[in-house]
């Protein structure tokens, strides 16, 4: 088994998630705990299997993208033991244009 990298969560990211799951237990507590235990899932997946997840278009390859339900997680990889999580974005928002993703590596 692969050793995991290390994950950084952007600070867009975080205040992403928090806003996320602040709107779901408004609704929905049951709903609200799934979701953050889903992406809370994944970003852990993502740091055993980093390049498991597709590359995104127009961007170097150390820029990728997955999905939780209707969010979609970018992220890149940072050498080869680091990743980090630039946002958590619902796919009905307009999509993020290559320049606006490469600024939020920075």
Known sequence: MPIP???EWSALALKQ???IITY???RNPSAARRMGQAIFSKVEFIGQFP????QILGLPSNYRETFVENYR?????IGSDKI???SIRHTRQRPLSAKEI?????
């Open 73 to 77: 997680l970018l992220y890149s990889l």
């Open 84 to 86: 980090r999580l630039l």
């Open 5 to 7: 990298r290390q994950i």
């Open 24 to 26: 779901l237990e408004e």
């Open 17 to 19: 998630f928090d806003q």
């Open 51 to 54: 390049k498991a997840y597709r």
């Open 102 to 106: 490469i600024e939020m590596s920075l």
